[in-house]
């Protein structure tokens, strides 16, 4: 199943067919990721006197609550509204889902006891109005980024330069495999965030930030199309669902 894209004038040929998805499914158990110092979500059937939602205990269907914190326990994605004072929703700001997109592999040069992500690295891989969705892929690149837990582990972050960068590179759509794009425990400065939104006095409403990806090994870097999906989460942010096409 072969589709033709238009970007700028050239045409781009995909298999919808063969989709490379980057989102980490959620779990109820200690598999999943876990960030931001909280529990492992749960996925439990409802009870509700005799009444227990699992066909295995007698109920004629499966029906689970499912507790979790999209931005802790997962792939997802937000918008300006992760940071505003003001409420604005990643459903009524993301409305179109497939993007030009660069994947790239980085891996961070060590500035005291942090890992960095600076201008100078993204410098050298992609160039000014290159792409309007970028996907940061960290190294070493495990496996057991699927299943990490991050709380007090100070992961590798963005710097604030690199994400003005970004932002005057026309990077609309940020895709990184972190818990999120800046430090840890940072006071609350939000550097990074604040940077690639232009927040708050030019604030860029249309463009995301997606966080908690993971990207195999077998996908090279280079260019795909993007189909970011969300939940109609009417929050900052939702579980999402990156899936890259490759261009034949």
Not at 19 to 47: C, M
Not at 55 to 80: D, R, Y
Not at 211 to 225: H, K
Request: aromatic content about 10%; charged content about 25%.
């Amino acid at each position: 199943m072969q589709a033709t894209i238009n970007f700028k004038a050239k045409d781009y040929t995909i298999d919808l067919s063969k989709p490379l998805d980057i989102s980490i499914g959620l779990r109820g158990d200690e598999k999943n990721p876990v960030a931001w110092y909280l529990d492992t979500p749960k996925i439990k059937p409802v009870k509700d006197g005799d009444f227990i939602g699992k066909v295995s205990e007698g109920a004629s269907v499966n029906f689970n609550n499912i507790q979790f914190n999209p931005h802790a326990h997962g792939t997802h994605t937000e918008c300006v509204g992760h940071i505003s004072r003001e409420f604005y929703s990643i459903n009524q700001t993301l409305k179109t889902f497939f993007f030009f997109s660069k994947l790239i592999s980085v891996e961070p040069e060590i500035i005291g006891e942090d890992k960095v992500i600076s201008e100078a690295i993204l410098k050298e891989k992609i160039q000014p109005n290159e792409t309007e969705a970028l996907i940061i892929r960290t190294l070493p690149n495990f496996r057991e980024k699927q299943t990490k837990k991050y709380s007090h582990t100070n992961w590798p972050y963005l710097s604030e330069e690199a994400a003005i960068f970004l932002r005057n590179s026309g990077v609309k759509h940020l895709l990184i495999d972190l818990p999120s794009v800046d430090k840890e425990k940072d006071g609350g400065k939000l550097l990074a965030h604040k940077a690639f939104w232009n927040y708050p006095k030019n604030t860029r409403f249309d463009a995301t930030i997606t966080e908690l990806v993971y990207v195999p090994n077998s996908i090279e870097d280079g260019n795909y199309l993007l189909n970011l999906q969300i939940a109609s989460f009417e929050n900052d942010a939702s579980p999402s669902k990156p899936v890259l096409y490759k261009f034949l």
